[in-house]
Nanobody
């Protein structure tokens, strides 16, 4: 099972940018689809973005399209989420998640490994 550790969260003003990173341990990273989810206070965890095993295919929630970019570097066992034009409603804990199958809209039941999350706070 792969272990996942997120970093890069923080406090940013609306309109700003952040880059989240997810470091994976283990030799199976390149055989896993990778995803970002987020959970705002009082809300359910929701899908943000997904990337296929080799990074050829990427998928986004409507809220992330045109503002967020997911990427991965299999040689470094890393995944990233570049977030631009941030809005207060993007405030949430962001989770890195691995799945066996690449899907355009993975649900939580598809996830086999979760990171502990990194807090993103966007001030207005």
């Amino acid at each position: 099972q792969v272990q996942l550790v997120e970093s890069g969260g923080g406090l940013v003003q609306a309109g700003g940018s952040l880059r989240l990173s997810c470091a994976a341990s283990g030799r199976t990273f390149s055989s896993l689809a990778m995803n970002w989810f987020r959970q705002a206070p009082g809300k359910e965890r929701e899908f943000v973005a997904a990337i296929s095993l080799r990074g050829v295919n990427t998928y986004y929630a409507d809220s992330a399209k045109s503002r967020f970019t997911i990427s991965r570097d299999n040689a470094k066992n890393m995944m990233y989420l570049q977030m631009n034009s941030l809005k207060p409603e993007d405030t949430a804990v962001y989770y890195c998640a691995a799945s066996q199958v690449s899907k355009a809209r993975p649900s939580q039941v598809d996830i086999t490994s979760w990171g502990k999350g990194t807090q993103v706070t966007v001030s207005s």
